[in-house]
């Protein structure tokens, strides 16, 4: 069995996790994470996409509203190519009780977020979708917030910084000895093989399944998984975040990105911290409430659902749902439970991601006798692409193909122009709806954590876009079957990738999803028989 | 603009195409209007008849004929059951138009033939154009598959691995791969398929390919060997090579399906059928269970025609003849019902072998061709339904799309001005 080394294990391969791995590289701690499938395949990739300026938790939770508007203001800085400046808006309906909003702006202007009032046959002039009926609307800074990438940017910082990342590594068992935490035991999901992992500290960031994760080192953490379904349309619907003016519900914020608008989300108390299936009623109830701020809502056109699961967390025993808490607890197992060596880090959001590393990573280093102080509000994630290179990227990719590229690669922008320069051959779009070069698909494949087609997908966008992977996986599949780890069963490659993708497809198949639903299916079963393949 | 016209035809995919030959034929005056050019181009460009035993889905059907009369007993709701009586003489004419158009079909000895595709998966099919009719690869002493730089469509290795594996082709058969450049760039099918209808562009691959060739072999390409209907890029190909060349089965575009649709519509125009393609049909005025005309748009004008029959091969969801919401499917023109059922419309595995309801909606038909409502009754007299518009068909799975669009639109077109009327 492989041994390895470490002063610090960090579970969880999520915002939290890497955004502690980063604090701890930056403090000269040497760390390794640990995930049990790919980076952000969880939670962190399974929300919004919103930057919250805070406004929503103002009058219920206001110290989590004061933190994240100081921590949107601390990502715009330092990842300003992960985040796009939209701008937020909260707009109230006759429906909704007018005395809330004065009881919202006062709850805001305390926290520290501006919301000034807009006038509301602008808005509407600019946001046609937007219903005519808004009687009241305010501006807040909401963003619009790129999770995989503030992900990644968070790895590769702390690789630069001697970090190591093990994904497709689960947890099998938590070794103590003498009251102390000694080191881990990991199976890699992919082999079976098993590998362990000595340290001083193991730091629980695993998200929903934080409760799992202490259970094995025999510790109570009462984590509350909550589903959230949320459905994206093809569509910039409008420019801004829009919210609704009332008290936070399901299916009352809208949020742009690039092409898309994410619409949620619903709040259900599940068991299992893998749940991620979105429900067909689920949805058809998120499209009724939105319908109540875009009026026109059923005419667009869906491309998928999907789900993730918040870990919610509130000491004592909580039902769970709308009325926990959205605040962090970092819970010193020493102290609370009398195991040193071990610190969980429990509940949150992810606008507050940093945060929580900063004081996780605070007590850890006391704990290991290291003073550095953080670094991460300071540092920029990842150095900017200048325009020299945009505009070489601009030669080789076109235009919005250069801007996609750069705002996805970030650092590795310059390597993966390079490459075509060299070779034009590779500067052919393989996923045509996200504008996804050969290049940049085989820069992901070369990156050393890409073993599935899903991993690709999630590193460069391939197969998000309006066709959802029917014509790009084969071309991603064809392009990449020379490399060891995709030379093997393309059946499986493919079934994986498909299947993952219909999953999403499911709960949206009407109109215009239908007929692509339909084109896919006519594609693997009619044109390939994929379905007697073996 | 008001038209008249005995037998209108809205749709240009297959069954569209079939019904309008097979009532001109007859001396109708046919007029064939579409949106756009049709699913037909979007499919193999071969006649899929049916693929698998009904007992064993697995096992490659080894008479298809046969399997169809057993299924027409065991499911009388199959678009077959419908149009059993003219399958055979359908499956006749089809062939003896494409013979007369210089695209000849050929079939397997009455049996289904095992083709393969890009990826290297092989499926059955009743009828395939020359260029697609790859014989028994198992017999086969080599395979080389070539592939073209150009093209981000296609990938030999891809093909060959799994060709390898699917254990058709003797243990021994040496399988290589190779790519080509035709001139270099990025090309689509459609733009490569128009190089190589350029002889100095095929006699410059026959130079790479040439030292490849190992004595025996067959060579497999992406469908991509010529533009036009009568192409003989494949033919031409395989003589200077001294090689059998074959286009295999590929995601679209590719151009056997379009060669298809191309040459039917030729062959239609030849026979005096009126066809206007970018005419939208946007609804219909019935009257006493009569459609007396249909409302369409074409080149920004309205257009008003009636007709004594008209066709309805406007093809499914993906084709646009049927449209959806949450829960709700209904015909796009008429608004002929579509039966949902109560259970989901799509199975969990992508890949199910029991397929997807989505893909068997459609709408039920007498022997006919007139829709009926749950009861049977004819809902339109003068309105037949062909191809993809049908329920009941599990085409993806059973591999029958292409051969219930021949039958049916040969039937609708044959009967056309003889019931009802």
Not at chain 1, 250 to 270: E, Q
Not at chain 1, 435 to 452: N, P, Q, R, Y
Not at chain 2, 17 to 38: D, H, I, P, R, T
Not at chain 2, 396 to 406: L, M, Q, W
Request: with cysteine; glycine share 10%; charged share 20%.
């Amino acid at each position: 069995m492989e041994t390895d080394k470490a002063q610090v294990v960090v579970i969880g391969g999520g915002a939290t996790g890497t955004g502690i791995l980063r604090d701890l590289a930056l403090r000269g701690i040497p760390a390794i994470l640990v995930e049990q499938g790919d980076l952000a395949h969880g939670t962190s990739s399974r929300f919004h996409g919103l930057l919250h300026s805070g406004a929503r938790y103002a009058v219920k939770d206001k110290e989590a509203a004061r933190e994240c508007i100081e921590e949107n203001m601390i990502l715009r800085r330092i990842a300003p190519n992960c985040v796009e400046l939209t701008g937020g808006l909260f707009v109230q309906l006759p429906e909704d009780d007018p005395q809330y909003a004065d009881q919202w702006i006062t709850a805001c202007t305390e926290a520290g977020i501006s919301c000034a009032e807009a006038d509301v046959q602008e808005l509407i002039k600019k946001n046609p979708v937007l219903s005519p009926n808004v009687t009241r609307a305010f501006k807040v800074p909401d963003c619009a917030v790129d999770g995989f990438r503030i992900l990644w940017g968070n790895v590769n910082s702390a690789r630069r910084y001697g970090a190591r990342v093990l994904t497709y590594h689960r947890v099998s068992a938590i070794h103590q000895s003498n009251g102390r935490v000694t080191g881990v035991e990991l199976i890699n999901q992919l082999n079976g093989q098993k590998r362990s992992i000595e340290c001083e500290m193991v730091i629980n960031a695993a998200g929903p399944w934080g409760g799992e994760v202490a259970a094995m080192a025999g510790l109570e953490v009462n984590v509350i998984k909550d589903k959230g379904t949320l459905v994206a349309y093809n569509h910039r619907l409008m420019n801004m975040v829009v919210n609704r003016l009332r008290p936070p519900g399901d299916g009352d914020i809208f949020v742009p990105h690039g092409t898309i608008t994410i619409l949620g989300t619903t709040s259900t108390t599940v068991d299992d911290p893998g749940c991620t299936k979105p429900g067909h009623d689920e949805v058809l109830a998120l499209i009724k409430i939105g319908q109540e701020m875009v009026p026109e809502l059923e005419s667009y056109r869906l491309i998928r659902a999907f789900a993730g699961v918040r870990p919610l967390y509130q000491a004592g025993n909580a039902t769970g749902g709308r009325s926990v808490t959205r605040n962090f607890a970092l819970l010193d197992h020493q102290q609370r439970d009398g195991l040193a060596g071990m610190v969980s880090i429990v509940g949150g959001k992810f606008t507050t991601f940093r945060l929580m590393a900063e004081k996780t990573v605070d007590l850890v280093a006391s704990k290991l006798g290291v003073n550095a102080p953080c670094r991460t509000a300071r540092e920029p994630l990842m150095t900017p692409v200048s325009e020299e290179l945009l505009e070489r990227g601009k030669k080789v990719f076109g235009v919005p193909g250069a801007r996609k590229a750069a705002e996805r690669l970030g650092d590795s922008f310059a390597q993966v122009v390079e490459q075509v320069e060299k070779n034009p051959d590779k500067g052919r779009i393989l996923c045509e709806c996200e504008v996804v070069s050969l290049a940049e698909i085989e820069h992901a494949a070369h990156s050393g954590d890409s073993f599935t087609l899903g991993d690709i997908r999630r590193k460069t966008r391939m197969g998000m876009g309006t066709c959802q992977g029917t014509f790009c996986s084969y071309r991603t599949l064809g392009a990449l079957s020379g490399y060891p780890q995709f030379a093997g069963n393309h059946w499986e490659y493919l079934t994986k990738f498909l299947q993952k993708r219909w999953k999403g497809m499911r709960p949206v198949l009407w109109g215009q999803q239908l007929r692509e639903a339909q084109l896919s299916t006519g594609i693997y079963c009619t044109l390939f028989a994929m379905e007697r393949m073996r | 603009m008001n038209k008249y016209t005995d037998v209108l035809i809205i749709g240009a995919g297959l069954s569209g195409l079939m019904a309008a030959a097979k009532a001109a034929e007859q001396g109708k005056e046919v007029m064939l209007v579409a949106k756009g050019m049709g699913a037909v181009g979007l499919s193999s460009g071969c006649i899929d008849l049916w693929g698998y035993n009904l007992e064993d889905p697995n096992q490659v059907c080894q008479d298809p004929l046969a399997e169809i009369a057993r299924l027409c007993a065991v499911n009388p709701q199959h678009p077959y059951a419908r149009v059993r009586d003219v399958l055979e003489e359908s499956l006749l004419f089809f062939r003896r138009v494409c013979q007369e158009n210089g695209n000849p079909y050929l079939d397997h000895r009455g049996g289904n033939w095992l083709l393969p595709t890009a990826l290297g998966t092989l499926r059955p099919t009743y009828l395939a154009p020359a260029s697609m009719a790859v014989g028994d690869l198992q017999q086969v002493r080599g395979v080389l598959v070539v592939g073209f730089r150009e093209l981000k469509d296609f990938y030999p290795d891809v093909l060959a691995a799994n060709l390898k594996k699917s254990g058709v082709l003797q243990a021994d058969c040496p399988l290589n791969t190779l790519m080509v450049c035709a001139g270099g760039g990025e090309l689509t099918p459609n733009t490569l398929a128009y190089r190589l209808e350029n002889p100095a562009v095929v006699d410059r691959i026959v130079d790479q390919i040439k030292p490849h060739l190992l004595p025996g072999a067959v060579l497999l390409l992406p469908p991509v060997l010529g533009e036009r209907w009568d192409s003989q890029v494949a033919k031409n190909l395989a003589e200077k090579l001294g090689h059998p060349v074959y286009e295999v089965t590929n995601i679209p575009p590719a151009l056997p399906g379009q060669r298809l649709q191309q040459m039917l519509l030729h062959h239609v125009k030849g026979q005096g059928v009126e066809v206007v393609i970018g005419c939208t049909v946007n609804g219909a005025r019935v009257a006493d269970k009569r459609c007396t005309e249909v409302l369409a748009t074409g080149a920004g004008k309205p257009i008003k025609i009636s007709a004594k029959t008209v066709i309805l091969a406007t093809g499914s969801f993906l084709g646009g003849g049927l449209e959806s919401k949450p829960g709700k499917a209904w015909e796009s023109i008429f608004g002929l019902p579509v039966e949902t059922g109560h259970e989901k419309w799509s199975a969990r595995d992508f890949l199910s072998m029991a397929g997807h309801l989505f893909n068997q909606m459609g709408i039920k038909v007498n022997e006919h061709l007139r829709p009926v409502d749950k009861t049977g009754e004819v809902i339109i007299e003068n309105v037949m339904v062909t191809g993809a518009n049908l329920a009941g068909c599990n085409h993806p799975i059973e591999k029958c799309g292409n051969g219930v669009a021949v039958a049916s639109g040969y039937k609708a077109g044959k009967l056309a001005g003889e019931v009802g009327e």
